[in-house]
């Protein structure tokens, strides 16, 4: 359904596949088979929750923050609407005419439009990648006093999106959740810092149990959570561990 007074793309479980790949999955690259170290060298930390993916003949950044400018993306995904996540000044260095941009509802609003409207449970395909939208929130890290960080209710995001045939776990800002004991990824992105998110022990707890070929830390730098806290999930998880350079 369109929703009123904005040009907002909103995409329900059911209709997102039909609705989103006739509307930008039109001339995709084919995808193109990889290994998880081809994919590796290909997606670059851009300091916090902040990457970019340039993998599958895309470029996909998610959650873009404190960027200095780089390759013009073909996708943007933005987990919630929180100002180190969400920043229309980063998003606007990258973004260009054809760039789709996906986020949740309380985001959208934010950002220029045009803008596809997700939800936790919406599965679709931007330019060829297939996309699922994970919950991601807290279960036990307040602002005050029964005041959750990130509240289930608020409808934020995680994502899981297919680039050369592997799949990458972008966690969002999220404590351990239930919804993570079906998430199966190649690569987990997952954050380690604490106080707004899941701790070091928590996040190698996560990682034991999704098992994924590799996972990073994030989370971490720009002035947000401690590189110390990077090192230690590496020392802590059962799956192999890289920490990418900040860049």
Same mark, same amino acid.
């Given at each position: 359904?369109?929703?009123?007074?904005?040009?907002?793309?909103?995409?329900?479980?059911?209709?997102?596949?039909?609705?989103?790949?006739?509307?930008?999955?039109?001339?995709?690259?084919?995808?193109?088979?990889?290994?998880?170290?081809? %994919?590796?060298?290909?997606?670059?930390?851009?300091?916090?929750?902040?990457?970019?993916?340039?993998?599958?003949?895309?470029?996909?950044?998610?959650?873009?923050?404190?960027?200095?400018?780089? =390759?013009?993306?073909?996708?943007?995904?933005?987990?919630?609407?929180?100002?180190?996540?969400?920043?229309?000044?980063?998003?606007?260095?990258?973004?260009?005419?054809?760039?789709?941009?996906?986020? /949740?509802?309380?985001?959208?609003?934010?950002? $220029?439009?045009? %803008?596809?409207?997700?939800? =936790?449970?919406?599965?679709?395909? +931007?330019?060829?990648?297939?996309?699922?939208?994970? =919950?991601?929130?807290?279960?036990?890290?307040?602002?005050?006093?029964? +005041?959750?960080?990130?509240?289930?209710?608020?409808?934020?995001?995680?994502?899981?999106?297919?680039?050369?045939?592997?799949?990458?776990?972008?966690?969002?800002?999220?404590?351990?959740? $239930?919804?993570?004991?079906?998430?199966?990824?190649?690569?987990?992105?997952?954050?380690?810092?604490?106080?707004? +998110?899941?701790? %070091?022990?928590?996040?190698?707890?996560?990682?034991?149990?999704?098992?994924?070929?590799?996972?990073?830390?994030?989370? /971490?730098?720009?002035?947000?959570?401690?590189?110390?806290?990077?090192?230690?999930?590496?020392?802590?998880?059962?799956?192999? %561990?890289?920490?990418?350079?900040?860049?």
């Amino acid at each position: 359904m369109m929703m009123t007074g904005r040009r907002f793309r909103t995409i329900s479980i059911a209709g997102a596949f039909a609705i989103v790949q006739g509307l930008v999955s039109v001339g995709a690259a084919a995808p193109e088979d990889g290994s998880v170290e081809e %994919v590796v060298s290909k997606i670059h930390w851009l300091g916090h929750d902040a990457f970019r993916i340039e993998a599958g003949g895309r470029v996909i950044y998610i959650d873009p923050w404190q960027i200095s400018g780089g =390759p013009e993306a073909d996708i943007i995904l933005i987990t919630h609407d929180h100002r180190d996540h969400c920043s229309p000044e980063d998003v606007a260095k990258v973004r260009g005419k054809d760039t789709h941009v996906v986020t /949740v509802k309380a985001a959208a609003s934010k950002l $220029p439009l045009p %803008v596809t409207v997700v939800k =936790p449970g919406d599965s679709l395909t +931007v330019e060829g990648v297939p996309v699922k939208v994970i =919950p991601a929130y807290n279960m036990n890290k307040f602002r005050s006093p029964g +005041v959750l960080f990130h509240p289930r209710e608020a409808g934020y995001a995680g994502y899981i999106l297919t680039v050369s045939g592997i799949t990458i776990y972008h966690a969002g800002d999220s404590d351990p959740i $239930p919804e993570m004991a079906s998430v199966k990824a190649d690569i987990a992105l997952l954050p380690v810092s604490g106080i707004y +998110v899941m701790t %070091v022990e928590e996040a190698a707890t996560v990682a034991d149990q999704i098992g994924p070929r590799l996972a990073i830390p994030m989370h /971490v730098g720009r002035g947000i959570g401690s590189m110390e806290d990077a090192e230690r999930f590496k020392q802590k998880a059962s799956v192999p %561990v890289r920490i990418l350079p900040m860049e």
